[in-house]
């Protein structure tokens, strides 16, 4: 019986390494391990076996079994692991070959930087609302003190529908229309589309965008207006950004001042780009004035607070370093494609 | 504005700065300075020269030879210059000194430097100058000939420095005033904020009592009828004139402020322009008829010869000064040819007056003629300021003997400016600077200013020339200017917090504009205003409601004209551009506003109506575009089905390529091929595809509020039916049946074919669909899902579809 078992082991042993397929090794485990296999077989013939011999039989039956089995287990390993090496060898592909890339469109250059511009005062905790770009005299000017004959109201600079009605000129009366609303605390920023009437050229559109911002509370003060307007530009511009602020006059602000920042492409020292000034002039800023609070209806002596406005087309062409200012409007493929 | 620095040193003795010094401390104090040139930045080593002898050059008939004494030595300098002569006193520019440009005016970057060298073989060590190359010309040195060196006064000093002579070692400053700084469009002004700037005194010239022992009311009288345009009126009389050239000082400082000197009473009025900020005017006496002055509003139709020449409308609005027959100036804008002085004047009204600057500004446009003087007056001048400069200029006609000043002078002061008083509140400053900045420190700086206070009442006295100072936030802006923006600290607000975000309709634009950039568009931007020629371009009936455009009453011209009542002309010249420019697959999105009055013309606002706008050309189809519009309305969570309706009814797209889109049973927009007609109108040549979707309409569906629904647990089973349809009946209707009649079960259809040819029936077209049923709580039984199929079949077959087995 013995050497019946060891005859069988050692034969399905050759057959297994001689196997090169899967194929090979299944007919082995039939043969040998099957319901009519040899190995099943002299299980079988078991009961010819004396009853005091047939432990160490049962035994070494089964140690035989599992010595197949475990055989064929590691062969099949050895098999699949050869098969799947050759299928990744077989797979090899050249890796520079052109990419299949998704064709995704590309957001206009003012939008990438509008949309910077307002997570950074979002951030802060400001509202971004709108106003109408076909607006009022009276917003667009009149509360904003600029009275009747004001040399801003000149036709040659706005654009007229009739007396009382002209295309916005700033994105100033929409402070006035938020504080009209008389909510406080304010905090807002509110970009848009304005127009003058400029003729076009590589500076200058008759139609732009602007952002404005205002923030009234009880205790704002000209320092807020520094420290907030400094945070924003050091968020766009980078932390190592300077900023200027030198004294001006807006009829709706007082004081009133034009921010300059450090210029970001030479740090300040003088380039082309700053004309050699180190600083580029950004935006207009400053207090609320007191005549504007009022006629918006809200009370000069319990609150204050500043704006301020800046032009998007002018920052973007800073950002990107456009040099003609047609081209944000021409539309051509070519250049939307590098933003 | 510009000033001379020497001069506003002079009023400012104390003030020692460098140009760049200068120009970065005015601008931090609220003066800004644009940009300054110092005159003599491409001169160097150039003297004044005596040519002692002069001989011919031995090899070349056009150059002499010139021995000059140049002070320190006498040199010889070549030139080919036919001006030059023994004894003529000349600027000289020594061995490696420079000069600005050439004698063609050309201007050099650096200047060109000048080395001895040798002329045709003799040796010449320096150049002899022109106006012109010294970096000026003619017109500011008339006394410069046409062609050749300049040739100096007699009795200049020899060796001195000829830059200084001329009046060139100054630099120009030019400054952005603000229109409310009426006072700063003056030397004066600008003098006044430089010595508070630098903490220096100001010192103004004295002003002398000028005047003979006549009585200027002897020889003239004065009315002021519109008194409301002209709020004073002065003048005064100067008799036994002398023409003649003005000295060097004042040539020197009108050269230096930008204007030419011509004689002495013309050279006294701009200099006292420019000083004071006064405009002047001064008229001959013996034109002046029945010795009167009238200052009255011309009369409707009324013409007029200024001293240019020109024949001028005026009208009522426009004030005129005259005498007791004619008019003989355009009050605040220009004289008369009739009464303007020549040389042979000998007796003259020299007239300060203050016009109203609304109505300068405006007669100025009417009558299409801008002056110096207007541009003064139209600022809305201090009419305090106008017998200071009268008293002025007659000081300076006496010291430069330019004549005789008659006594006395007419004023005519209906009401009289006063200066204003308003609180010191140095607290109510600090709470608006957030500084902490001591009373005694604003004092100081007011009183720099020449803002008096008074003690008693505690008030801030403005003078009238201040006339922006209103209120305490003024007086704030002051105390900062002063105290250095720069110092002022910084903070983040404090107080209550709020919470920033967008607001919904910026919110549904953002997600919109980010869908359609996943989908291959990018963004383009175009006017709001276009031609009202576009409609016509456009194809829209004569009696469309969309050419009901709102018109721009001061258009840049027709192309900008009216605003845009639809989306699609900008976007159909983008694209244009682009295919002109051989661009391809393009795809374009624009978010922009049209404008829809409520009623023309125009009474209240106008609709502003947020479209957004699609279209491409080269890949893709009308399918494409369908599958945007429903990408979209899928990421703003509208959930129902989109429909389609091809009687969309639009002009400018394809007949059989159009359709409105609906949600809802309500059009959120349209979309379509666009008419080769209209393709044909903006030069395009591919099939063009656009889509546009209403904002505000969408706005009304949008729905962020989702809630998850189970993933299904039970099988599904799906039923494929074919059909041959009628060609006029569109897959949208099969659709419809699919939808009402599915019942409960059906969960979803996909069309897998669809063929139209030889092997179908004429007029009919075979259609496939794929149709899964599955429920979500029990396995579904096969009678189920028939008595679905045959509601559906049913329904199909009585739309005349046969069903192909």
Request: charged share 30%; glycine share 8%; proline share 4%.
């Amino acid at each position: 019986m013995k050497d019946k078992l060891q005859e069988i082991t050692k034969r399905a042993m050759e057959q297994i390494d001689a196997a090169e397929e899967m194929s090979a090794l299944n007919d082995v485990r039939v043969a040998v391990l099957g319901k009519k296999g040899e190995l099943t077989a002299v299980l079988k013939s078991m009961k010819d076996v004396k009853p005091e011999d047939r432990p160490a039989v049962g035994q070494l039956v089964n140690e035989t079994r599992s010595a197949i089995e475990e055989k064929l287990a590691e062969a099949k390993e050895r098999m699949e692991e050869a098969e799947l090496d050759h299928r990744l060898k077989s797979e090899v592909i050249d890796v520079t070959l052109p990419a299949k890339k998704a064709k995704i469109g590309h957001l206009h250059p003012n939008t990438n930087v509008l949309q910077e511009v307002e997570d950074i005062f979002v951030g802060m905790g400001y509202e971004v609302v709108e106003g109408p770009e076909v607006e009022y005299d009276y917003y667009n000017f009149e509360a904003l003190n600029i009275p009747a004959n004001h040399p801003a109201k000149d036709e040659q600079d706005t654009f007229y529908i009739n007396k009382d009605i002209l295309l916005r000129t700033q994105t100033s009366p929409v402070q006035v229309r938020v504080m009209e609303k008389g909510k406080l605390p304010i905090r807002m920023i509110a970009p848009g589309r304005v127009f003058r009437s400029d003729e076009v050229d590589a500076t200058h559109s008759p139609s732009f965008h602007q952002i404005e911002g205002m923030v009234i509370d009880k205790n704002i003060t000209f320092a807020d207006l520094k420290g907030t307007l400094q945070e924003f530009v050091k968020q766009l511009f980078g932390a190592d950004t300077k900023v200027k602020f030198r004294p001006h006059h807006f009829p709706f602000t007082e004081p009133s001042a034009e921010m300059d920042v450090s210029c970001f492409k030479c740090g300040g020292k003088g380039c082309r780009f700053c004309k050699g000034e180190g600083w580029i002039e950004i935006l207009g800023c400053g207090m609320v004035h007191p005549k504007v609070l009022k006629m918006s209806g809200i009370d000069p002596n319990e609150y204050q607070g500043f704006a301020f406005g800046l032009g998007l087309e002018r920052i973007t062409l800073l950002k990107y370093e456009i040099d003609d200012m047609r081209l944000l409007y021409e539309n051509d493929d070519r250049f939307l494609k590098q933003f | 504005m510009r000033t001379s620095l020497n001069w506003i040193k002079d009023l400012v003795p104390g003030l020692e700065a460098t140009p760049q010094e200068f120009m970065d401390a005015m601008t931090l104090s609220g003066s800004k300075v644009e940009f300054y040139e110092c005159m003599d930045k491409d001169l160097e080593k150039i003297v004044v020269g005596q040519i002692e002898k002069i001989e011919k050059h031995p090899d070349a008939d056009k150059l002499v030879i010139c021995q000059v004494n140049v002070g320190s030595e006498t040199i010889q300098i070549v030139t080919g210059a036919p001006n030059v002569y023994e004894g003529a006193k000349v600027p000289v520019v020594l061995d490696g000194g420079r000069v600005a440009g050439g004698h063609d005016g050309e201007k050099t970057e650096g200047g060109i430097k000048i080395k001895k060298g040798k002329l045709r073989g003799v040796e010449s060590n320096g150049m002899m100058c022109s106006i012109e190359e010294l970096g000026s010309d003619r017109n500011m040195f008339p006394d410069a000939p046409e062609y050749g060196i300049y040739i100096f006064p007699e009795d200049t000093q020899v060796g001195a420095d000829a830059v200084k002579v001329l009046g060139l070692d100054d630099a120009v400053v030019e400054y952005e005033i603000t229109s409310n700084r009426v006072d700063c469009f003056a030397v004066l002004g600008i003098a006044r904020e430089a010595a508070a700037t630098f903490k220096k005194e100001f010192v103004p010239q004295v002003v002398t009592k000028t005047g003979n022992d006549e009585d200027v009311n002897d020889y003239i009288k004065v009315s002021v009828e519109a008194t409301d345009l002209c709020p004073r009126y002065t003048a005064r009389v100067v008799k036994n004139i002398k023409i003649a050239p003005s000295p060097e000082w004042m040539q020197k400082r009108l050269r230096a402020q930008g204007i030419r000197p011509i004689n002495n009473i013309v050279d006294i009025t701009n200099y006292v322009m420019e000083e004071y900020g006064q405009p002047m005017h001064a008229y001959d006496m013996d034109t002046i008829e029945g010795h009167e002055i009238r200052v009255r509003r011309a009369n409707a139709g009324e013409t007029f010869v200024t001293l240019d020449g020109q024949e001028r409308n005026v009208d009522e609005n426009v004030l005129m000064i005259c005498d007791g027959k004619k008019a003989i100036g355009i009050a605040g804008i220009m004289g008369g040819e009739n009464s303007m002085i020549t040389d042979n004047v000998s007796t003259m009204l020299f007239e300060a007056a203050c016009f109203d600057g609304t109505n300068i500004r405006l007669s100025s446009k009417r009558v299409g003629l801008r002056t110096d003087a207007s541009g003064k007056f139209e600022k809305g001048l201090d009419p305090n300021n106008a017998m200071d400069a009268m008293d002025r200029a007659c000081q300076l006609v006496e010291e430069l003997g330019a004549g005789q000043v008659v006594g006395g002078a007419i004023d005519i002061y209906t009401k009289k400016m006063e200066g204003r008083r308003l609180p010191f509140e140095p607290d109510k400053y600090n709470h608006m600077l957030g500084t902490d900045i001591s009373p005694e420190d604003m004092l100081e700086y007011f009183k720099r200013l020449d803002l008096g206070y008074d003690e008693k009442t505690n008030e801030v006295l403005v003078p009238s020339w201040r006339q922006d100072l209103e209120s305490y936030a003024d007086l704030a802006e002051e105390v900062a200017r002063f105290y250095g923006y720069d110092r002022i600290p910084t903070s983040l607000p404090s107080g209550e917090a709020t919470t920033g975000r967008l607001s919904e309709k910026l919110k549904v634009e953002k997600i919109v504009r980010n869908v359609a950039q996943f989908c291959g568009f990018s963004q383009g931007m175009t006017y709001s205003f276009e031609s009202p020629k576009v409609f016509d371009k456009l194809l829209l009936d004569k009696d469309d409601v969309l050419r009901q455009a709102i018109v721009i009453s001061n258009p840049l011209g027709e192309d900008f004209s009216i605003m845009r009542t639809l989306p699609l002309n900008g976007m159909m010249t983008s694209l244009a551009t682009n295919a002109n420019r051989r661009n391809k697959d393009v795809r374009l999105f624009e978010m922009g506003n049209i404008y829809l009055p409520k009623q023309l013309p125009l009474t209240e606002l106008p609709e502003e109506r947020m479209q957004l706008t699609l279209g491409m050309y080269g890949e893709g189809d009308f399918f494409t575009m369908k599958g945007v519009i429903e990408e979209i309305t899928s990421q703003l969570g509208m959930d129902a089905k989109l429909t389609y309706d091809p009687a969309s009814g639009k002009n400018f797209l394809h007949p059989g390529r159009q359709a409105n889109v609906l949600y809802q049973d309500k059009v959120i927009g349209y979309l379509g091929e666009v008419h080769p007609k209209v393709c044909a109108n903006y030069g395009m040549k591919e099939r063009t595809y656009i889509a546009v979707v209403d904002m505000p309409a969408v706005m009304e569906f949008v729905s962020f509020d989702k809630k998850y629904e189970g993933i299904a647990k039970f099988p599904a089973a799906t039923r494929d039916i074919s059909m041959v349809v009628p060609k006029e009946i569109l897959v949208g209707q099969i659709e419809e049946v699919f939808e009402t009649k599915g019942g409960n079960y059906l969960e979803s259809y996909e069309l897998f074919d669809i063929y139209e040819g030889n092997q179908i029936l004429k007029g009919h077209k075979s259609v496939a669909y794929s149709l899964t049923f599955r429920a979500k709580d029990k396995n579904l039984e096969e009678e189920d899902i028939t008595a679905a199929m045959n509601r559906i079949l049913k329904a199909l077959e009585d739309m005349g579809i046969q069903l192909r087995k």
